[in-house]
């Protein structure tokens, strides 16, 4: 594995604060964000960071982009060249042509709308909607989204041009549907949020378009949502407390 050992000069970053979102675990998170905006969370900020002066004025901008760290694969070190799941998982890609949560430095970038900001006693936090990121992900920096700059009038991708089709399309069981209204209380949006994370397909592309008897689990909050594809239709079977 390479490492940064040739560096002439190393830094350390402090996280200014940290995701809090409805993702306990990897598996069903959006692959970008923007693609579920049902997807509401907040950065809760800390150290120096915690502190109104830092956030007065970022309202004034309807995005944010956060910086931010992939700390669940820090560990795991990365690889020159990595397999896109847009692409199959066959297909091998340098790692900077592509936004691989295997990266050098661990680090990601995510643009997102900007719900407002808001202050819990003394603890300071940053809404945001449409998160690609587990809960607990290390915050390095906010910065606002400029569109005149941000935004590239003709700039294209020949490898990811668009978002992702819907690939899925979802419905709910009785039992599902029985059960979702004893949460709606405390998750007002729980089942569009559902749909709009299962529509993506989050098994691994060499399921897709494929007899799968398999059923997933995910973990959204601290409910276990538990589905089985069958032609292309996915059916979220029960949705149970996972405490
Ligand atoms: N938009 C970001 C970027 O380009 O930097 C993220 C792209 S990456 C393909 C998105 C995936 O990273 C998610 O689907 C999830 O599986 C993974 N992920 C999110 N938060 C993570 C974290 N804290 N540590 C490791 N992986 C994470």
Known sequence: MPTNSNFSQNHSLSPIGEIQSPFKEKFGIPRQPGLCDAVIGSIKLSGDSNNEMALKDLTAHSHIWILFLFH???KQGWKPSVRPPRLGGNEKMG????RSPFRPNGIGMSAVKLIGVRQ???QWFVDVQGLDLLDGTPVV?????????????NAHSELAESAPEHSLSVVFSKKANTQIALY???YPQLSL???QVLQQDPRPSY???KTDDKIYGILLYNL????????NQCEVLEIASSD
């Open 95 to 98: 790692v900077f042509a592509t």
């Open 224 to 231: 276990n949502i538990r589905w089985q594809v069958t032609n």
């Open 207 to 209: 399921k897709q378009n």
């Open 120 to 122: 819990l006693g003394k």
């Open 193 to 195: 949020l559902i749909e």
């Open 141 to 153: 920096d906010i910065k606002p989204y400029i569109p005149y700059s941000d935004s590239i009038e």
């Open 184 to 186: 709606q209380k405390t």
């Open 72 to 74: 669940e694969n820090l």
